[in-house]
């Protein structure tokens, strides 16, 4: 072990609040994760106010592309209309209720309910009733097309929000539309989209994905390669948060040695730096690999104008309230989104859909570049990737991941769900690490009180 220094001191980074929650603080009490009665309240007065994260705009790219969105009990239907807009519509036929559509993705000419045949077109318009001389009451088509929802789009997501009274989701989200923009989500390719049923409530694992503090103690790895202790956190408007942490870098709480950590040689390599030149400069090699991506980035074909030194190295991770968590790197991205269970507040839906911007090889070839910064087997999917739904057990038993990092998360969270159903506990503790948690709950009071 060597006497670097730091280059930052251990929480040298404070919490940064954006905007404190209209509810101030309350205890967060094992209620809201294991009463039935408030699952159905959060039906009632959370999910419709909310704009939620419903698909991508690439899977509806054409006219007649549509994804099924479920959410506890609810079925939204987006779709690319043939106008051009994405339109999203409550997924009920107005007949008598069926599901439209039961697929989860698809291409229509048409969308057909399969009980009696009613047909609406790709913006919603009911055009066909098999048989309307049979109503003798007549059918009002325009009053009996799909019930629209609204629509939002950024960055390749596409939103949706149930309430007609809500603010646009632009104001909805705020700063964090100028945050994730420049990662350009819709130049990266989805390389994996996942889903994970779990044994805990849907904000269980929102809040593992909240805190810091959990890390160090179930994450070993990470102190090889990111500096979590000095990680920035910022709690914004609506009970978004976002945390900041160094990459290409080490775990400064800890002792740092003088040679570069396995994974900080393969990030090393990566970039055509020489890891031998690094003994005993092991905190110089942030700096460094800001450097450098840049010059390499453009012999790859990737743009980095729009980021700052810092997104060069570092991570940022954003939970977007109240079910949606977005982390970026200049090439690599994550959406995860927690749905609900319909009636049981003991399990929820993990989706993962994992994105990574491949390098030109024309570009490459045509500079010359020898090395590349990635496994040169790690080539593009052909296809999009199927959906792959599996269970908790899958993951603990070694069949399934959804990276190691999540694996380790995923493997504990049912006995976390466990402990709050005990007469034993009341309510969390949290520590300065985990604001992120708290702004998160108090936020869910004040939607939950009824507050807009
Ligand atoms: S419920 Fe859809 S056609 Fe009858
Ligand atoms: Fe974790």
Not at 177 to 187: F, N, Q, T, V
Not at 297 to 312: E, F, H, N, P, T
Not at 426 to 439: G, Y
Request: aromatic share 10%; proline share 7%; net charge negative.
């Amino acid at each position: 072990m060597s006497t670097q220094q730091a280059s930052t001191d251990v929480h040298a980074r404070p919490t940064v609040v954006h905007h404190p929650s209209p509810s101030g603080t309350a205890p967060i009490t094992a209620e809201r994760y294991v009463s039935p009665e408030y699952l159905r309240d959060e039906t009632e007065r959370l999910w419709p106010d909310m704009w939620l994260f419903a698909c991508l705009e690439r899977d509806v790219a054409e006219p007649g592309e549509y994804v099924v969105f479920n959410v506890g009990d609810e079925s939204i239907l987006v779709t690319r209309t043939e106008e051009g807009t994405v339109g999203a519509f409550y997924n009920v036929c107005q007949h008598r209720g069926a599901r439209v559509m039961v697929n989860e993705r698809g291409w229509v000419k048409n969308f057909v309910c399969p009980y009696h045949g009613w047909t609406y077109d790709r913006g919603g318009a009911l055009t066909v009733v098999p048989d309307i001389e049979r109503f003798s009451g007549g059918v009002d088509c325009e009053a009996r097309s799909l019930q629209p929802v609204r629509v939002g789009t950024f960055s390749d997501m596409v939103w949706i929000c149930m309430s007609p009274d809500a603010p646009p989701l632009e104001e909805f989200l705020g700063p964090l539309i100028d945050i994730l923009e420049p990662y350009d989500l819709a130049g990266m390719t989805l390389v994996a989209d996942q889903t994970v049923r779990l044994d805990c409530n849907w904000k269980a694992v929102i809040d593992n994905f909240g805190e810091l503090y959990h890390v160090e103690h179930i994450h070993p790895q990470h102190e090889l390669m990111f500096d979590c202790p000095t990680a920035q956190t910022d709690l914004y408007e609506n009970g978004h948060t976002g945390v900041l942490i160094y990459g290409h870098t080490v775990n400064t709480r800890l002792p740092v040695s003088d040679t570069p950590t396995p994974y900080l040689k393969h990030q090393l390599g990566m970039f055509g730096l020489n890891p031998d030149e690094y003994e005993g400069r092991v905190l110089d090699i942030r700096a460094d690999v800001q450097r450098v991506r840049r010059e390499v980035g453009a012999s790859l074909g990737y743009d980095y104008s729009a980021m700052s030194d810092v997104r060069l190295t570092d991570i940022e991770q954003y939970n977007v309230f109240p079910n949606t968590v977005v982390t970026v790197q200049p090439d690599d991205a994550i959406i995860m989104r927690s749905r609900p269970h319909p009636t049981d507040p003991n399990k929820c839906e993990w989706d993962k859909l994992s994105f990574h911007r491949f390098p030109d090889p024309a570009i490459a070839k045509a500079a010359g570049v020898e090395f590349v910064p990635f496994d040169p087997t790690d080539t593009p999917p052909a296809e999009r990737p199927e959906h792959d739904v599996f269970d908790q057990d899958d993951i603990i038993a070694g069949r399934k991941t959804m990276t190691r990092t999540i694996d380790q998360d995923i493997h504990l969270i049912r006995d976390v769900q466990a402990g709050m159903r005990s007469r034993g506990f009341d309510t969390a503790v949290l520590c300065d690490d985990e604001s992120r948690v708290q702004h998160y709950h108090d936020w869910l009071n004040h939607f939950m009180s009824g507050h807009r």
